[in-house]
């Protein structure tokens, strides 16, 4: 009997083939699981913040639009792959068709499914994609007005349209992939002839019925494309202009109609080549498609837009130009646009601003980049806190008047921490502590800005009943908080007696429980979440903490402002956070790129955050103002403008998600503000659409453009829009008339434009910023004479710096080996005196580590005059004859309940010395006629002398500062501010 052979490899075989499956079995449940953790824990994350209708709503509707868009795609290729087999011949009629007919009809399940399903997923990922789309489909609201070309509802365009169009270009790639396959499928079966070498294949009737159906189909689907092309037209971007055109209009738009019917044709002949067999009749109606749609989309446009608009451009695209022009100044809220002449004064006289008294203290000298390092280093107190940069301008009532105010939230930047572990990370350091605010418009002796909130615990008139700061610009990671009962608290809190803090608020999601833990763990991926002690019954995990995050993900359908702010409301730190509703569909309306609109020195191209994944929109309103509490994270979306068809269509969407306006407190009110990014977006626009006549627009007669910023010599980005108090001045409007001035100042948010290519100064822009103000919104636009040569940014700053006062002033700072930096601020325009005034503060900072910019100079110009001087005031004074007429109140007292600013005893080197006690800014007193020599040699020498003692005095003052004697410092600093001043006096 012959030995038994026994097989080696059978086992591994085996194991091989079992190992395959359990893979992917173990990668499928991986991918599933990674899907039920993100679903749960946002289901956890909305619940907890009281949002969780907006999360049901969209995975509801995500998951129906996935289920019916798979289902859709995944039937179109699964039904076609098997009517493909089923007609396939028993007979093969090649060697190939018997090949590939054989595998299929052993794996014919598998060769249904598995396209069918692979199509299904990409099908349900583009329809989950849609969500949005549905969703204002769904719910719409009619704007009640119409386009001008075919009297259609603008909801159509807006909601109607963008749904349309994402079902027929659905449909068309499927049904065309549908048709690619069938065709390729008979084909290589046996069941679809083609003309053979010596022999014809014959056709099976059935398999031609299947191919002809699926492309009538697709040349139906295709039609309805073409008519929707109709709409489209007012929709289009062009070379001049968006929008609809004269080629559009009687070229176009038939020529879509046409090629819709053709298309029509094309499908009817080929449900007709079912019962004729044979493919020349459609073939050929095709290819007359294709000849069609050449002569009628591309030759009859061209020759139109060549010999009909070419020639007469002016004239026959002016309707469609004042067409473009009226609905984007709609669009963007610039309808009521008050245009008004202004003859600019460019004489200066004793008194000349008189009138103007009450505007003088809203100019703001500090500017809220450079400072930012200021308050680093004066109010770190700690080396991990930080400030955002640049810090926000607001308005608060400080002893009875409204103030501009500079104001920051002091957070932790987890980078600046010496240990980054993860128990610093994420149960140590959770919340910065209070907010830093000082005037706008004055500073200290010492250069440093006049504290309005300062030290921790926080001290001087803006002083929070909750100062912890657990939701901020800073908070990008995660935080774990919440102790057990009897267990002493962790979190750090305060650097004096190294105080603890525990967490007391409850809109953190709860992880006490190991169910939570596991997929918190799993959605950080972090083990330390299941294995730390600190994590506790009573923990609660605080994640997506950054406001602009936070209103984003409990409204997706808004597009949130750059710039969020701190305001004190109600002894609360709120961030206040300015939301939008666009979008890319308003009828003949230009499209505007908005990181380009928003980019200027400022942001550095920082683009509106909720924008993905195209920032291009031709319609924006500020339909929302929301609200992030610091401490407790709670989101509060308030409606503001309630007439907004797309705000109302949304709250439809989201019930209850959106607070009335009515119910905004009157505090909140105070400090809400009209938003930058719309403001930047509004200029942009106005650059051209000033310009109503559509032939000089067209002309580009008076193109404007916003200048560049000349105090950034490095940079080519934009000149910021600045908050300022302005009062407007008396114009003269459009149609004549004249227009008194404002009774009083208003907060306003303010730009220059310049003609296009040149420096001179075109127009002023204004908008009043003030919420509570019956004018909030008023857009405002001073258009200077082109007769009268009014310095432009560019042109005044280069004057100011070369002015002979100013470079002398500066030279110290200016030579060799100096040891300080200049650097200028924010260089404001101000419409005073009948004119228009620039101010331009100047700091100096010495090159060493730990010193901070500090304000030394304050220099004005209007007209040809320019004064420099260490006030404002001064600096006025100088340029209108020794007396400007009104007081910038600088001098102003400092409030009876300010203490004097300071910092904690366990502050970093670098800020251990306390500022100087809040007091009114030095003001040098004029030196006496006997001082100054009538003889001009030895005037020559006196000035000389003096600046020679200025220097000294700087020297003195940066020995002082380094050694921290800040009193010295600002004795010696205060000598040579005085002896620049004889020698300025000395100079006239």
Known sequence: MPPTQVSTEAPHSGRARALIPTILIVIALAWLYGIFTGIWTDHLWFQALGFHGVFATQLVTKVGLAVAFGLLMGGIIGV?????????????????????????????????????????????????????????????????????????????????????????????????????????????????AAPGRGQKRVTSP?????????LALFFVVYGLSKFLDRYGQLLASGDLFDGLTYTGDKAQIGANLIMAVVSGLTAALFLYACVRTGWLVPITSVVLMVVTSIIVGMIYPAAVQAFKVNPNQNDSQAPYIQMNIDATLDAYGLEDMEIADYSATTTAAAGQLKEDAEALPGIRLIDPVIVKQTYTQRQQIRGFYTVNSPLDVDRYVIDGKETDVVIAAREIDH??????????????????????AAYGNRRQDSGDPDWLAYNIPTQGELVPEEPRIYFGEYTDTYAIVGRAEGEAPIEFDMPEGDAKNVYEGTLGVSIGNLFNRVLYATKFASLNLLLSDRVNANSQILYDREPQERVEEVAPWLTVDSDVYPALVDGRILWIVDAYTTSQYYPNSQRTSISEAVADTRTSGTSIAGLRPSDEVNYIRNSVKATVDAYTGEVTLYAWDETDPLLQTWEKVFPGTVTPKSEISDELMAHLRYPSDLFKIQRQIITWYHVTDPHSWFEERNRWEIPT????????????????????????????????????????????????????????????????SPDYGRIRVLQLSEQQAIEGPANAFNSMTQDTAVADALLRYRQAGSGTDIKYGNLLTIPLGGGLLYVEPIYTQQQNEGTFPILSFVVVRFGTHTGIASTLQEALDQIFSGDAGADTGENAPPPESSATPGVTPSAAPSAAASPAATAAPATSAPAAPSDVPTDAAEREAYVKAQLEEAETQFTAAETALQAGDLGAYQQANDKAQEAIQKALEAMG
Do not use: C
């Not at 980078?415 to 919340?431: P, R």
């Open 415 to 436: 980078s600046l921490l010496d240990t980054q572990d993860w128990n610093n990370l994420h149960t140590v350091y959770t919340h910065g502590y209070g907010l830093i």
């Open 206 to 214: 059935s398999a031609h019925r299947h191919v002809a159906v699926t």
């Open 709 to 772: 910023d000349p105090t950034q010599s490095s940079s080519s980005l934009k000149e910021p829009a600045y908050y300022l108090s302005i009062r407007w001045p008396e114009v003269t409007a459009a149609d004549g008339t004249d227009v008194a001035a404002d009774a009083k100042p208003q907060f306003s948010l303010t730009t220059v434009l310049t003609p296009y290519n040149r420096q001179n100064l075109a127009a002023y822009v204004s908008v009043v910023a003030e919420a509570t």
């Open 80 to 192: 076609t792959v098997w009517l493909v087999l089923k007609l396939q011949p028993t007979a093969p009629r090649s060697r190939a068709a018997e090949a590939y007919g054989g595998l299929l009809r052993r794996h014919r399940k598998a060769a249904v499914l598995v396209p069918a399903v692979v199509f299904a997923i990409f099908g349900g990922l583009s329809g989950a994609g849609q969500v949005t789309t549905y969703l204002a489909w769904a719910h719409q609201t009619e704007f009640g007005q119409v386009d001008a070309r075919f009297g259609l509802d603008l909801s159509f365009y807006m909601f109607d349209y963008p749904w349309y169009r994402a079902i027929v270009s659905f449909l068309l790639v499927g049904l065309g992939m549908a048709a690619v396959g069938a065709a390729f499928g008979h084909f290589a079966l046996g069941t679809l």
